[in-house]
């Protein structure tokens, strides 16, 4: 009988090999970025102390309100990516540790990254 791949469980594995590598600091915290299928979510991390330093997500209003319509699109990834650039630089974080979230490096999640490093943020 064939079963059709859990893709969920997948990339949780590829996220669980992932994390086991990478961990966020204060001076370098972890840029985690989840997307779903309406939104994208990023966050810093410092794993360290087990807190969230900064988050943006297609969610807030102030970001949702340069979108026309779909939140769920590589433009809004873009605008999520140098959001959070920016919060970081704010704080005076300039390099980060990337987690993709077990997700391939591509579509939302290349444009997140590419458009946090426009910004300012170095990983």
Known sequence: ???????????????ARLRKKISGTAERPRLSVFRSLHHIYAQLIDDTKGITVTTASTVEPEIKSKLKGNCGNIEAAKIVGSTIAQRAVAKGIKQVVFDRGGQIYHGRVKALAEAARESGLEF
């Open 1 to 15: 009988m064939f079963h059709k791949p859990d893709r969920r469980a997948a990339r949780l594995r590829r996220h």
